[in-house]
Structure formats: C-alpha cells, structure tokens
C-alpha cells in the first residue's frame, strides 16, 4: 500500500485532496488517506466520508456501505480517541482514484470559497465537551445515512461534513451552522411524522367508517 508524504498539515485540506488524486496509482487506499490528512484526522476523514455519501446518496446501497467507517470514526471522536484507529482490512480497501477525482472535481470550487472564509474563532465550539457532543450527534446522523432511505441521507452526511470541516479548521462558525441544520432537520422530521401520522390515521377512520356503512347496507 503506497505511503505519502502530503504534508497535509501545513496546507491547505482541498489542495491535499487534489495532490491525492493527481497520483498516477490506479486505486486509492483508505490507509493513504489516513496518513495523508495527518493530526487532521478525524475532521478530514469526516469531511470527505460525508461529501462522498452525500454525492453518493442517490445510488441504492452505496451509503449503507460507505457510512461503516464514516460511523467508525465518529464512534471514536464521541469516545474521545486521541489517535484515529481503523482495522487493517479496512485500511487496504480502495476505491479507483478516478472516482475520487470525480468527487474531488465536484466539491472542489465550494470546499475552496469555505476554505478562504474559515479561520480559528469561537474556541468553545470545538472543545473537548463540543467534540463529544458533535461525535454523538455525528453517529445519530451516519446511522440515518446508513438506512436504505432514497435521498433520505443527503442532508444528514452534509451535516456530518461540515461538522467536520469546523473541527479540522477550528471554525466554530462552521460548526455554529452545523447544529443549526441538524435543529432544522430535526423540526423536519417531526414534522412530516405529524403530518403522515395524521393522514394515516384520517384514512383509517374513513376506511374504517366506510366499511361500516356497507356492513350496514348490507345487514352485516
């Protein structure tokens, strides 16, 4: 498995994504990208696994797969891991590296105007009480990506995304706005369940009231 020295660090993240895609090696492996994000393990990681799921949310089936190690490492930013882990068979599993230029090239224009807005401020949103609490709520969201939901996990690995995003740049402006759409998609939900669970039961009581009327129509 090839090994990288992305200097990742000290540059910029989209500048890192786009050296790792402009290597000549046919498949890219998730060990490579571990090493190539550096001490920014954990929020990059996040970033790139939600902007994959949420690119891939349309297909059935791909999130169900691609949020195991999503959901891996929020499990470990909630626990407080000071070293990202993952197993071995998990580190050699790869993805051809033109899929990832694919995804790289459609994130890249945004990723790079957030990049140029974001710097370090309201440290309290990323300390170490805000990383549990953002590791809780990021596990919630991956397992909600992970459901066979069509387009059901677009929003919530977009969230998990930024989250991460906030966490790798210490930007708690980007984090801010992450608890703000995961408030919003939580009033959501509740939300359409109110609705569908009103209407389902409107139509149980006209079935229900029709199907006494002909009962009676008929002597039943």
Do not use: H
Not at 90 to 113: I, Q, Y
Not at 146 to 171: E, K
Request: aromatic share 12%.
């Amino acid at each position: 498995m090839p090994d990288y020295d992305y200097q990742s660090d000290r540059r910029r993240f989209s500048e890192v994504l786009e050296d790792i895609g402009a290597k000549d090696d046919e498949k890219l492996y998730l060990g490579e990208l571990v090493n190539a994000f550096g001490e920014r393990g954990f929020g990059a990681l996040m970033v790139f696994f939600g902007l994959v799921n949420a690119i891939a949310s349309p297909i059935p089936g791909s999130t169900t797969v691609l949020g195991a190690p999503l959901l891996l490492i929020c499990l470990q930013l909630a626990t407080r891991q000071d070293q990202l882990w993952m197993p071995k068979w998990a580190l050699k599993s790869s993805m051809p590296r033109e899929n990832f230029r694919g995804v790289v090239e459609k994130v890249r224009k945004p990723l790079t105007m957030i990049e140029r807005l974001s710097r370090p401020r309201l440290g309290f949103m990323s300390s170490e009480v805000a990383e549990v609490l953002i590791g809780v709520t990021c596990c919630l969201l991956t397992v909600i990506v992970m459901l066979p939901i069509f387009g059901g996990n677009l929003f919530p690995s977009l969230f998990v995304a930024l989250f991460g995003f906030g966490l790798m740049q210490r930007d708690g402006v980007a984090i801010g706005v992450a608890w703000i759409g995961v408030a919003g998609f939580c009033v959501f939900v509740w939300l359409a369940w109110e609705v569908i669970s009103r209407l389902f039961l409107a139509s149980t009581g006209l079935w229900s009231g029709a199907w006494s009327w002909a009962a009676g129509l008929f002597g039943g």
